[in-house]
Protein backbone atom coordinates (compact mmCIF):
# COMPACT_ATOMS: atom_id res chain seq x y z
CA UNK A 1 0.00 0.00 0.00
CA UNK A 2 0.81 3.31 -0.64
CA UNK A 3 1.15 5.84 2.34
CA UNK A 4 0.60 9.51 1.11
CA UNK A 5 1.78 12.48 2.86
CA UNK A 6 0.85 16.13 2.00
CA UNK A 7 2.37 19.30 3.14
CA UNK A 8 2.45 22.55 1.62
CA UNK A 9 -0.40 24.35 3.84
CA UNK A 10 -0.39 27.67 5.84
CA UNK A 11 -2.14 30.96 6.01
CA UNK A 12 -2.87 33.28 3.34
CA UNK A 13 -4.85 36.28 2.45
CA UNK A 14 -7.71 36.30 0.06
CA UNK A 15 -6.50 35.91 -3.50
CA UNK A 16 -3.16 34.47 -2.79
CA UNK A 17 -1.82 31.50 -3.62
CA UNK A 18 -0.69 28.04 -2.16
CA UNK A 19 0.81 24.64 -3.55
CA UNK A 20 -0.10 21.93 -1.56
CA UNK A 21 2.19 18.89 -2.22
CA UNK A 22 1.52 15.24 -1.61
CA UNK A 23 4.37 12.83 -1.33
CA UNK A 24 4.53 8.64 -1.25
CA UNK A 25 6.15 8.03 1.67
CA UNK A 26 6.48 4.24 1.23
CA UNK A 27 5.54 2.79 -2.09
CA UNK A 28 5.03 4.30 -5.42
CA UNK A 29 2.21 6.61 -6.68
CA UNK A 30 2.47 5.33 -10.08
CA UNK A 31 0.54 2.56 -8.97
CA UNK A 32 -2.04 4.38 -7.69
CA UNK A 33 -4.76 4.33 -10.38
CA UNK A 34 -6.09 7.79 -9.07
CA UNK A 35 -5.09 10.50 -6.81
CA UNK A 36 -8.20 12.76 -4.93
CA UNK A 37 -7.60 16.03 -3.45
CA UNK A 38 -9.78 16.03 -0.61
CA UNK A 39 -10.83 18.79 1.52
CA UNK A 40 -12.89 19.20 5.09
CA UNK A 41 -13.75 23.06 6.19
CA UNK A 42 -15.27 23.70 9.72
CA UNK A 43 -19.18 22.74 9.92
CA UNK A 44 -18.99 21.50 5.95
CA UNK A 45 -19.29 18.01 4.35
CA UNK A 46 -15.73 16.24 3.42
CA UNK A 47 -16.10 17.10 -0.56
CA UNK A 48 -13.54 16.09 -3.48
CA UNK A 49 -11.49 19.20 -4.68
CA UNK A 50 -9.59 17.91 -7.64
CA UNK A 51 -8.57 14.59 -8.43
CA UNK A 52 -6.08 13.34 -11.33
CA UNK A 53 -5.56 9.70 -13.38
CA UNK A 54 -2.41 7.61 -14.46
CA UNK A 55 -3.59 9.31 -18.08
CA UNK A 56 -3.51 13.06 -16.60
CA UNK A 57 -7.15 13.20 -17.11
CA UNK A 58 -8.55 15.84 -14.83
CA UNK A 59 -11.84 16.61 -12.37
CA UNK A 60 -12.08 19.71 -10.13
CA UNK A 61 -15.00 20.65 -8.46
CA UNK A 62 -16.98 23.50 -9.73
CA UNK A 63 -15.87 26.40 -7.41
CA UNK A 64 -12.41 25.81 -7.66
CA UNK A 65 -12.23 25.70 -11.30
CA UNK A 66 -9.89 27.76 -13.18
CA UNK A 67 -8.29 28.95 -9.63
CA UNK A 68 -7.13 24.70 -9.03
CA UNK A 69 -4.32 23.11 -10.94
CA UNK A 70 -3.62 19.45 -9.83
CA UNK A 71 -0.39 17.12 -11.31
CA UNK A 72 1.73 14.53 -10.85
CA UNK A 73 5.07 14.48 -10.77
CA UNK A 74 5.94 10.25 -11.54
CA UNK A 75 9.76 11.29 -11.20
CA UNK A 76 9.39 13.08 -7.72
CA UNK A 77 7.06 10.60 -7.04
CA UNK A 78 4.80 13.80 -5.66
CA UNK A 79 1.51 15.27 -6.58
CA UNK A 80 0.63 18.82 -6.33
CA UNK A 81 -2.26 20.95 -5.70
CA UNK A 82 -1.52 24.60 -6.96
CA UNK A 83 -3.85 26.73 -5.82
CA UNK A 84 -4.68 30.44 -6.70
CA UNK A 85 -6.87 33.49 -6.05
CA UNK A 86 -7.56 31.90 -2.96
CA UNK A 87 -10.82 32.64 -1.36
CA UNK A 88 -12.18 32.64 2.85
CA UNK A 89 -14.43 29.67 1.42
CA UNK A 90 -11.09 27.74 0.65
CA UNK A 91 -10.41 27.07 4.22
CA UNK A 92 -10.07 23.85 5.51
CA UNK A 93 -8.15 20.60 6.19
CA UNK A 94 -7.20 19.01 2.79
CA UNK A 95 -6.40 15.11 2.13
CA UNK A 96 -4.66 13.67 -0.47
CA UNK A 97 -5.62 10.25 -0.71
CA UNK A 98 -5.17 7.17 -3.67
CA UNK A 99 -8.32 5.57 -5.36
CA UNK A 100 -9.34 2.56 -4.96
CA UNK A 101 -8.13 1.06 -1.77
CA UNK A 102 -6.32 4.71 -0.22
CA UNK A 103 -6.05 5.71 3.34
CA UNK A 104 -6.80 8.73 5.02
CA UNK A 105 -3.67 10.86 6.53
CA UNK A 106 -3.08 13.68 8.67
CA UNK A 107 -3.88 16.32 5.77
CA UNK A 108 -2.87 19.96 5.71
CA UNK A 109 -4.30 23.09 7.03
CA UNK A 110 -5.35 26.24 4.68
CA UNK A 111 -6.74 29.04 6.25
CA UNK A 112 -7.92 32.08 4.17
CA UNK A 113 -8.21 34.84 6.17
CA UNK A 114 -7.36 38.66 6.16
Known amino acids: QVQLVESGGGLVQPGGSLRLSCAAS?????????IIWHRQAPGKQREMVAS???????HYLDSVKGRFTISRDNTENMTYLQMNNLKLEDTAVYYC???????WGQGTQVTVSS
Open 52 to 58: IGLSGNT
Open 97 to 103: IGAPGGS
Open 26 to 34: SGDMRSIAV
